[in-house]
């Protein structure tokens, strides 16, 4: 799948033909899907730690992870469920991780904060803040060196875009002109802390021209605007343009973790965001209103999602936890 | 030192880097009367502990080496002399005994040994001597030329004396493409063209003993005698050390597969064990050594049976072996119908390091009457 | 073939080797080649004491001289590893690991365990260690203790040029992050060293000297007083046997304890700082488990607890000396 693939039955109106918008709404759906039931799971107390959603982000993610192949590598964060669902990772795996149980995709030694499949060329969410971008620039390093093609994107939030690692690493990138590119999820929050507080400058495409790359700021709600803007970025990347940066205006529809309660948002906030700023509906509006797909297809795959979750939860409950023999290994020196 | 009554007693060179020594402990008291091949005192270097032996009979008249205390190599250690010479004679001796330098070249070791270019590949070796006779020193699997530091300047003295290393041993190379007996012996026989050498005494240790047996077969040309010390290829058995040594990763396993090849176990020094760890631990040494171990001594059985092929193109032979061997069995060596044969007490698979002046004395006779 | 280098050389021609035998290696760091970007020579430095001069030469695109920006190429170099290349990234003064130590502890050391044993990150991280360079406080210490704090750092710390070349080809082709220290008052210091490439492997001490009466351990620098003052103490009657630890983690505990339960006496140097040291970590297993094989208190010396300072006097106050261990083994024995 790429970005130059315009042939629709759409009457041009979408980038993608039926099938690959059949594929957005799906791996929206399974993201919206799997963090609905977590915020539900949660509140009963059996998820241990912290757990940050994706909900409402699931546009940004799903529009980039769309152009990428196995090979090509991303480095996450701390809310990494909807870039590891976008990414193709299994999500029985990942249910049983947030659950801490030995079937978790890292065996229960990781956790939500630190799901990682790099069969599918996720390098990992992260529990420190802005630590993937020098992580992104090394894989992409190495795709350079191989001469695969391969492309790393670096997620951060607002808030970690003001961590000294993302920086240098726009500096790194560019200097060496790596296939490296930087995603800055703007959710307008750090924790409790407003991007407009926290951040000097108003753009993001002003910070990369500080740094000599190319900036590109898109309404992340807006899932084809996303595709569309990371399409280009992805496919310059890969030709050796080097790397750039693409930010992604968006909202997220719970607190910062589960148990958050949101005092710092102004009245009406959240209602606004469930009312208007949802994403996944947005997008449904859309492709139902131009004719290219029914509510029925879409609602036959709401079904299906909520099947494959509820087989992920039961999944993870019934696995078994890892046990003191697992405790010590897998780690480099035993002491 | 013009007076050849008065022999002095000095500080040997065992091997090429060998600089200095130190006098562990005197075995003979002063006044004894001492035959060739005695051991007289026992000397420590770096890389091994051993006793020297007398290259000369007389009466031990002075020791002049002090315990504990190191010499540089050719330091006067003690005196022989025959009782006749009065005891002013012998002081005089040992006030006036100037240590000579060391030999020219002595300090340049890589002018010691060389790299020829072989069909198998670059393999070094050392040569001394300038007699009239070839002499091939062949060492067993896990060895190198240094095994034969206390042979190969007396055997230079009345022959050409080469020692080089195998494909996959020392500092020869270390690829080692079908390792097997035959890959071995054509090794040497590939060596032995590049120096442009006819024929020669072959003087084989262990594996090297089969492969002098294996060249005799196939090129009785090229030998025109073999000793075979403590031989692999008289018989199926062979005990553990080949495994042993393979397996072994570290020191701690590595000291108890050497001390298998002596009798005395303290001739096993540290610097010994660190010397072939460090060895092992080059690039490519592993598999070489897996490698031939299997195909010669793999499940702990000798595969190869060269004596068999000799038939009557057997040269004149010389067994010798360590009545303690535990590599290879004592008893192969009444195997070799037709060769002479010694066995030496108090001696292990590396007789001719522990007894070696005896064995020295063996080989040249050996040649001598070939 | 073995011939006399430095432990400068020993470093260079095990980089040269391994940069030959595989492709994925590669080396990177500040000024590593030097001169990158100007128009005099490209190779002007080769680090900042030399040790990688002339591999620019050999390896053109695989010796990359980086910007002033730690955290970033730290990571890059951990992310690269993560996808399957072999850098050794140089960080000059191991000191400088401030800046960059959340890559370094909090991502490579942790990801094959989070990841439940998925991740492999083959990278070296080297660099100059110790006191005796007049380069005071921010540029002379011994950080060895920090970094075998770490679970999944190996940490390796030579104290000869023949050590230095086997442990750093060994630390190239082992699958887990090192962090390699290298003492720069033992870079100009010559050994025997064989042309050919070889190995030592992880968690084996070596022991330099056999003795009776006291174990001396140590690592770096302070092998070679150790071993001054255990040929002093020789004269006196007394045989210490002396331990180079070589690599502190893993750490060859056997060996280590073996010697005591053999001489019943220990002295522990190091030249870190006493508190949490490799010393006192030494010092606390042996008493737990040899207690009834000491003869007399364990002694250690180390480093006063202070920073390196800079005045040659001082300095040559600060790192232990033979004299400081003769009369640390003669008060053990006087028990
Ligand atoms: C280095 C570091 N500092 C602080 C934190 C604590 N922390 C976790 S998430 C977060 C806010 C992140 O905001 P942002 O980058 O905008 O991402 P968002 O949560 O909005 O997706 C903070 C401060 C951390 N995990 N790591
Ligand atoms: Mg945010």
Redesign the pocket.
């Known amino acids: 799948m790429n970005a130059a693939k315009k042939s629709t039955p759409g009457g041009g109106i979408f980038p993608l033909d039926k099938p690959d918008l059949l594929v957005a709404y799906r791996t929206m759906r399974r993201i919206r899907e799997f963090e609905e039931r977590l915020h539900g799971e949660f509140a009963k107390g059996d998820i241990p730690g912290f757990v940050?959603l994706y909900a409402g982000e699931e546009a940004a993610g799903t529009g980039i992870m769309m152009h990428l192949k196995d090979n090509d590598r991303i480095a996450s964060?701390?809310?990494g469920h909807g870039h590891c669902i976008a990414k193709g990772v299994d999500t029985k795996g990942m249910m049983a991780e947030i659950y801490g149980k030995a079937t978790g995709l890292c065996k229960g030694k990781g956790g939500s904060m630190h799901i990682a499949d790099l069969s599918k060329g996720m390098m990992g969410a992260n529990?420190?803040?802005?630590a993937g971008a020098p992580l992104a620039c090394g894989a992409a390093l190495a795709a350079k060196f191989r001469g695969d093609g391969g492309v790393a994107i670096s997620f951060?939030?607002?808030?970690?875009?003001n961590?000294g690692t993302f920086l240098e690493s726009l500096n790194l990138a560019a200097i060496w002109n790596l296939p490296a590119i930087f995603v800055v999820?703007n959710?307008g929050?750090?924790?409790s802390t407003s991007?407009d507080y926290a951040v000097a400058v108003d753009s993001y495409v002003d910070r990369a021209a500080g740094f000599g790359l190319p900036g590109v700021t898109v309404d992340g709600l807006d899932f084809f605007a996303v595709y569309e803007a990371a399409g280009e970025i992805i496919k310059r990347a890969r030709e050796g343009g080097g790397p750039a940066l693409l930010e992604c205006k968006m909202v997220?529809m719970y607190g910062?973790f589960e148990g958050d309660q949101q005092t710092y948002r102004a009245p009406g906030e959240l209602d606004d965001i469930r009312d208007n700023k949802d994403c996944i509906k947005m997008f449904s509006e859309r492709v139902i209103e131009a004719g290219v797909v029914s509510r029925a297809e879409l609602e036959a795959i709401d079904r299906e999602m909520t099947a494959e979750i509820d087989a992920a939860l039961a999944f993870a409950k019934s696995s078994p936890s890892p046990t003191l023999a697992d405790l010590s290994t897998d780690v480099y020196v035993a002491y | 030192m013009t007076d050849n009554r008065i022999v002095p007693i000095i500080m040997p060179k065992w091997g090429l880097s060998m600089k200095e020594g130190k006098v562990t402990g005197w075995l003979l008291e002063d006044g004894t009367q001492i035959k060739v091949g005695d051991p007289i005192l026992e000397i420590e270097t770096d890389k091994i502990a051993g006793s020297l032996e007398a290259g000369d009979a007389g009466v031990l008249r002075r020791r002049v080496g002090t315990p504990d205390t190191v010499y540089p190599v050719k330091a006067l250690l003690g005196v022989i002399a025959d009782p006749s010479v009065p005891d002013a004679e012998i002081d005089a001796f040992v006030a006036s005994y100037v240590t000579p330098p060391a030999d020219e070249g002595d300090d340049d070791e890589g002018s010691k040994t060389e790299i020829a270019q072989t069909p198998a590949g670059a393999l070094r070796y050392a040569k001394r001597g300038d007699g009239a006779e070839t002499v091939i020193l062949i060492h067993g699997f896990g060895g190198d030329l240094d095994n034969w530091l206390f042979n190969i300047d007396a055997l230079g003295e009345a022959a050409t004396v080469y020692a080089l290393d195998l494909p996959g041993h020392g500092q020869s190379t270390k690829t080692l493409d079908n390792p097997s007996l035959t890959t071995m012996t054509s090794a040497l026989s590939g060596f032995m063209d590049t120096l442009g050498i006819a024929s020669a005494h072959l003087v084989g240790h262990s594996m090297g003993g089969a492969i002098a047996m294996q060249l005799a077969a196939s090129n009785p040309a090229k030998v025109k005698s073999m000793t075979l010390i403590c031989s692999a290829g008289l018989g199926p058995d062979i005990g553990s050390y080949v495994d042993d040594y393979v397996a072994a990763q570290g020191r701690k396993d590595l000291k108890p597969a050497l001390e298998q090849l002596f009798a005395d176990k303290s001739l096993v020094s540290r610097q010994l064990v660190d010397d072939v760890l460090k060895y092992k631990r080059l690039d490519g040494v592993e598999a070489a050594l897996k490698g031939l171990s299997q195909a010669l001594f793999g499940g702990r059985k000798q595969h190869d049976a060269p004596a068999s092929n000799l038939g009557a193109k057997m040269p004149p032979a010389l067994v010798i072996w360590g009545k303690d061997d535990q590599v290879i069995p004592v008893a192969h060596a009444a195997n070799l119908p037709g060769a002479k044969l010694h066995v030496i007490e108090n001696a292990g698979h590396m007789v001719f390091m522990e007894k070696a002046s005896e064995v020295n004395n063996l080989i040249k006779a050996h040649i001598a009457a070939a | 073939m073995a011939r006399k280098i430095s432990m400068r050389q020993a470093i260079n021609e095990a980089l040269e080797q391994e940069m030959t035998r595989d492709a994925s290696v590669f080396i990177m760091g500040e000024d590593i080649a030097g001169g990158a970007g100007g128009n005099g020579d490209q190779d002007a430095w080769g680090g900042p004491m030399g040790v990688t001069k002339g591999l620019i030469g050999k390896f053109p695109g695989r010796v990359l001289d980086t910007p002033l920006s730690e955290s970033a190429f730290i990571g890059a170099a951990v992310g690269a590893a993560a996808c399957g290349m072999r850098p050794v990234a140089e960080l000059m003064f191991l000191d400088f690991m401030g800046v960059c130590f959340d890559q370094i502890f909090n991502q490579a050391a942790k990801f094959k365990y989070m990841f439940g044993g998925h991740a492999q990150t083959p990278v070296v991280i080297r660099g100059m260690v110790g006191a005796g360079f007049r380069a005071a406080a921010q540029h002379s210490q011994m950080l060895t203790p920090l970094f075998t704090h770490i679970p999944g750092l190996k940490v390796i710390c030579p104290s000869n040029a023949y050590d230095a070349k086997g442990l750093l080809i060994q630390s190239i082709r082992d699958n887990d992050p090192v962090i390699f220290c290298e003492h720069k008052n033992l870079y100009g210091i010559e050994a025997d060293v064989p042309v050919e490439s070889y190995t030592i492997p992880f968690g084996e001490a070596n022991v330099l000297r056999d003795g009776k009466h006291c174990t001396i351990v140590s690592y770096g620098l302070t092998v070679g007083r150790s071993m001054e003052a255990a040929e002093t103490l020789a004269k006196t009657g007394v045989e210490c046997e002396v331990i180079d630890l070589r690599t502190l983690s893993p750490l060859d505990w056997d060996t280590v304890m073996d010697s005591v339960e053999n001489t019943g006496r220990l002295v522990c140097v190091d030249e870190a700082n006493p508190r949490c040291s490799i010393a006192s970590d030494i010092s606390a297993r042996v008493a737990q488990d040899c207690f009834k094989a000491l003869k007399g208190p364990i002694q250690m010396v180390t480093a006063p607890h202070s920073p390196v300072p800079f005045s040659p006097v001082l300095e040559d106050l600060y790192v232990p000396s033979a004299q400081q261990i003769a009369a640390a083994v003669k008060k053990t024995m006087a028990n």
């Open positions: 940050h964060t701390h809310r529990g420190i803040l802005g951060v939030g607002d808030g970690a875009s961590q999820e959710n929050y750090a924790e991007r997220r910062h």
